[in-house]
């Protein structure tokens, strides 16, 4: 559980890779256009060559003894479609047609190379990085993630409202990482003072990888805080659907295979009968936001439609206007420069970077004391925490919030292997098998966490320190999923690539005291990286938007 927009997993087992270029037959010239470098394991080298007899990815397996050639019709080279087959000229109209789609559509981010561009809408446009096709997903997995996605939002809502669990679960944690304590001390302050949220409203989005050894779809983590990319998710279907409408002939694809992607239309949806549960038409829906924010085309998608469908006016503040301009009257009404909010909507505030002084601190307490709909709550905050998503995974803890057997049984078939640091057995297999596992601490967006070699470094590191400091971390099983060749595009450059993807489910919550008004499966988020990074936020410049193709 917890971040907003990062990949936690890598498809590799191996601690160290190995640069190797990638040939077709016809050529050892590491020039030519069909040729590119791809960094990998040792063991793995991907022909990627075409020839009379398959059309497939082919992969040839060596060791220090002997090599083998392994038939092209392993599952981990399976490919919806032969990528040789494409010329160059096919693929550079494609590429261009795609890039005219994006610019007239608005698949659009701000560009980081120009100043004003988090700040000023309009200004230093580029294209959101996306995939050129959509990727192969079984059609199997996809419903059942779609049906576990009430589930897992029964369950945030339930544990949301434990605050004993949310507190005795995250005490140690408390105890070595600042943030965590933060929240905690936020989370302690509004029970002190008895502030009840009557209306209770999640936009959430679970992440899973498909792993290739045991085909099971794994969660990564479910986020209950500053879901993305639910307006650009949604155009990249819509591109690569007009791609296929173009030239799926030519590629041997059915637009009708890439589903209709209907987050932003979700998510403003929810936010408006949430709104009118808070029953105050002046008031208006906030996002918080973090300075700069040059993901907020993103961001605008879903305010627009908010306006356009529902007329309701929203506004955009970072959490030091907030405490600035921000207002709270006797009653729970909080004003922002005389302004009464409905709703406070985060699309900041998961990660300890955006809580540079106490200004934010202040500003997100008082929030919190208000009476309008938090979304998420401080509560349902800590519950997509790292330490409550190891918690859940525990043996007979599911069945303290859930009673239907079925739906539990659904749900611990998608957790993979998650342990504290307290379990001295599986820390000793971590040391001896670091590969096998991914070290996780408590913090959100990409680049924290802990692979290969640099886990077993860390444990020992930790049980020579013999502190307290193993408490901020939870180890999580490592997930390999399977690899495929992708065209990239990037800043107007098409790659071509071996990659690895990741599957987000969004879904909707709306409680309003006892009745559940919204609990809904809300569109979905692929994203795709070269199989080689282990991190993989889009924002962070690790993966690119892609769209789902049911096999």
Known sequence: MGAAHSYSLSCFPTTTTTHCLYLNKSSKNPKSTNH??????????????????????????????????????????????????????????????????????????????VQRSGKVPGVGMVHAPFALLPVAFPEVQWKLACEVAPIFNELVDRVSVDWEFLQDSLSSTKRVDDFTSRLLEIHSKTLEINKKQEIHLGLHRSDYMLDEQTKLLLQIELNTIASSFPGLSCLVSKLHRSLLKNYGELLGLDLKRVPENSAVSKF????????????????????????????????????????????????????AEIDKDGELLPDGTLLMSGQAIAIIYFRAGYAPTDYPSEVEWRARLLLEQSSAIKCPSISYHLAGTKKIQQELAKPNVLERFLENKEEIAKLRKCFAGLWSLDNSEIVTTAIEK??????????????????????????????????????????????FPSVSPAFLVRDGICHKEHAISELGVYSAYLRSKDKVIINDQCGYLMRTKVSSSDEGGVAAGFAVLDSIYLT
């Open 36 to 113: 590119f470098w791809g960094t990998i394991q040792p063991h793995l080298l991907f022909d990627c060559s075409h020839s009379s007899s398959s059309s497939a990815l082919k992969i040839v397996a060596f060791n220090s003894r002997k090599v083998v050639d392994i038939e092209n019709h392993a599952d981990s080279a399976k490919t919806m479609i032969d990528f040789h087959s494409i010329d160059e000229e096919l693929l550079e109209k494609m590429v261009y047609d795609a890039l005219v789609w994006s610019s007239l559509h608005g698949l659009l981010a701000g560009d980081r190379t």
């Open 268 to 319: 403003a949806e929810a936010l408006a009968l949430a709104w009118t549960e808070y029953n105050n038409p002046s008031a208006v829906v906030m996002v918080v936001v973090q300075p700069d924010e040059r993901n907020m085309y993103d961001q605008h998608w879903l305010l627009a439609t908010l306006k356009e469908k529902y007329d309701i006016a929203t506004i955009r503040k970072t959490l």
């Open 434 to 479: 670091p590969e096998h596992f991914v070290m996780k601490p408590q913090r959100e967006g990409g680049g924290n966490n802990i692979y290969g070699h640099d886990v077993k470094e860390k444990l020992l590191r930790l049980q020579k320190e013999g502190t307290e400091d193993s408490a901020a971390y939870i180890l999580m099983q490592r997930i």
